[in-house]
């Protein structure tokens, strides 16, 4: 990585730029999810100085979660049998399992790290600590049972179809602007953050914005193959999935702005833990934001 070598006088595969993205898609795949890879050194450094493009996480658990709210729907009306709350515990367990817990954790050591006193040493000693105390529980029940809550409030259709995948792409927004207001700290997440500039953030508004709009096609598709009402690619839609995507974009920008800011007073720095603690805490601020302005628009 960051070496061109030649053959017969062209540039190296490794070398070119649209091999080192899919290098670092398939790396972030491969350690944010479920779905594990073969992947090299070589992917990891990718996957380090490409950290704007972890909306693809996003994206794919946004595809997912489309094809699960068509057939909650589709059981739902067909049957009769399903409810908001059903819908807000599938949605959060494929994004929790699908992730292995990962950013959970480093919202329960977050939560650990903040409730201490004293200078950023203090914070960060309680961060680092393996064990989960008063803190950690406690934030990540109320972030969790808020996130729970905003999830059973978006109004049941439509909504849910445009609200709850666009969501997974949004929080990855939040990570990379957490990421690109941070001061780098030690380790692999250090390099990310390190790694990750303003450029960086604007980079990963355009990939967000993209693939949001991406999930937003899909998501009506799924809506009108089981019979969502208002399921149509009209000029109210196209009002509708504007409104919600910038909505999204600013809720995590600004929260991802914030995280960075408590972390570099608290901690000193941002690392792993504070990044997967923004991914959970973005969640309920971004739902908010996004059914706010659907309930408002529509």
Same mark, same amino acid.
């Given at each position: 990585h960051g070496r061109t070598r030649h053959v017969h006088g062209h540039r190296s595969r490794e070398a070119h730029p649209m091999n080192g993205a899919l290098s670092a898609m398939k790396g972030m795949i491969s350690f944010f999810t479920l779905w594990h890879m073969d992947i090299t050194q070589?992917?990891?450094? &990718? $996957?380090? /100085?490409r950290f704007h493009m972890v909306s693809v %996480? =996003? @994206?794919?658990?946004?595809?997912?979660?489309? %094809?699960?709210?068509?057939?909650?729907?589709y059981m739902y009306d067909t049957v009769g049998y399903g409810s908001a709350m059903m819908v807000a515990v599938m949605a959060m367990l494929t994004v929790y399992v699908g992730s292995k817990?990962?950013?959970?954790? =480093?919202? /329960?050591?977050?939560?650990?790290?903040?409730? +201490? !006193?004293?200078?950023?040493? !203090?914070?960060?000693? #309680?961060?680092?600590?393996t064990l989960v105390g008063a803190g950690g529980i406690g934030v990540a029940l109320a972030v969790t049972l808020t996130s729970f809550a905003l999830y059973c !409030?978006?109004? *049941?259709?439509? #909504? $849910?179809? @445009?609200?709850?995948?666009?969501?997974? +792409? $949004?929080?990855?927004?939040?990570?990379?602007? &957490?990421? !690109? *207001?941070?001061?780098a700290g030690k380790g692999m997440a250090g390099r990310q953050v390190e790694r990750t500039t303003k450029a960086s953030a604007v980079k990963s508004v355009v990939l967000s914005l993209v693939f949001g @709009? +991406?999930?937003?096609?899909? &998501? %009506? #598709? $799924? #809506?009108?193959?089981?019979?969502?009402r208002g399921a149509v690619f009209d000029t109210d839609m196209f009002v509708t999935i504007i409104s919600l995507l910038v909505a999204g974009l600013v809720a995590s920008a600004v929260v991802g702005v914030l995280m960075a800011r408590v972390a570099n007073r608290n901690f000193g720095m941002v690392n792993g833990d504070i990044l997967g603690a923004t991914n959970e805490i973005s969640r309920p601020v971004i739902v908010f934001a996004m059914s706010l302005v659907f309930v408002l628009v529509i």
């Amino acid at each position: 990585h960051g070496r061109t070598r030649h053959v017969h006088g062209h540039r190296s595969r490794e070398a070119h730029p649209m091999n080192g993205a899919l290098s670092a898609m398939k790396g972030m795949i491969s350690f944010f999810t479920l779905w594990h890879m073969d992947i090299t050194q070589e992917d990891m450094d &990718a $996957m380090e /100085t490409r950290f704007h493009m972890v909306s693809v %996480v =996003g @994206l794919l658990f946004g595809i997912l979660l489309i %094809v699960e709210l068509g057939l909650f729907y589709y059981m739902y009306d067909t049957v009769g049998y399903g409810s908001a709350m059903m819908v807000a515990v599938m949605a959060m367990l494929t994004v929790y399992v699908g992730s292995k817990f990962l950013h959970f954790d =480093g919202l /329960t050591d977050f939560g650990d790290g903040m409730i +201490v !006193s004293g200078p950023p040493e !203090s914070h960060l000693r #309680a961060l680092k600590d393996t064990l989960v105390g008063a803190g950690g529980i406690g934030v990540a029940l109320a972030v969790t049972l808020t996130s729970f809550a905003l999830y059973c !409030s978006i109004p *049941w259709g439509i #909504a $849910m179809f @445009l609200i709850i995948p666009v969501v997974e +792409v $949004m929080v990855k927004n939040g990570q990379v602007f &957490a990421a !690109s *207001w941070g001061i780098a700290g030690k380790g692999m997440a250090g390099r990310q953050v390190e790694r990750t500039t303003k450029a960086s953030a604007v980079k990963s508004v355009v990939l967000s914005l993209v693939f949001g @709009l +991406v999930l937003c096609v899909l &998501a %009506v #598709a $799924m #809506a009108d193959l089981v019979g969502v009402r208002g399921a149509v690619f009209d000029t109210d839609m196209f009002v509708t999935i504007i409104s919600l995507l910038v909505a999204g974009l600013v809720a995590s920008a600004v929260v991802g702005v914030l995280m960075a800011r408590v972390a570099n007073r608290n901690f000193g720095m941002v690392n792993g833990d504070i990044l997967g603690a923004t991914n959970e805490i973005s969640r309920p601020v971004i739902v908010f934001a996004m059914s706010l302005v659907f309930v408002l628009v529509i």
